[in-house]
């Protein structure tokens, strides 16, 4: 997965590493963490830290989406978050027919 962020911290260490690999910040199968107190509390004996850029006005988990056959003009919505899966969809058909 690739993940966008939009907080200033995260976008420049994006910048100085390139893309990152990361899993969700939650056990699998429990509730989404949509804030660094709730990753330190399920996680924190098992980090050497938490990257922090203040707090996020976010309140629902990202939306995940799998583009493994994306060259085929297929993606799945694998969880729908902040931006609702009708407004990936609008996007991925908007750009798939200005490439074609």
């Known amino acids: 997965m690739i993940r966008v962020p939009d907080h200033t911290v995260t976008a420049h ?6 893309p990152l690999a990361i899993t969700s910040a939650n056990p699998s199968g429990e ?6 107190d709730m990753v330190i509390t399920r996680l924190g004996h098992k980090l050497n830290g938490v990257l922090c850029d203040g707090e996020s006005n976010e309140v629902v988990a ?5 583009c493994l056959k994306i060259d085929e003009g297929i993606i799945t ?5 902040c931006v609702p899966a009708v407004k990936v969809r609008q996007i991925f058909e908007k750009v798939k ?3 074609a």
């Open 13 to 18: 260490l994006c910048n100085m590493t390139g």
């Open 31 to 36: 509730p989404d963490s949509t804030h660094h």
């Open 62 to 66: 990202s939306t995940v989406v799998n």
């Open 97 to 99: 027919t200005s490439v």
């Open 77 to 81: 919505i694998i969880r729908e978050g």
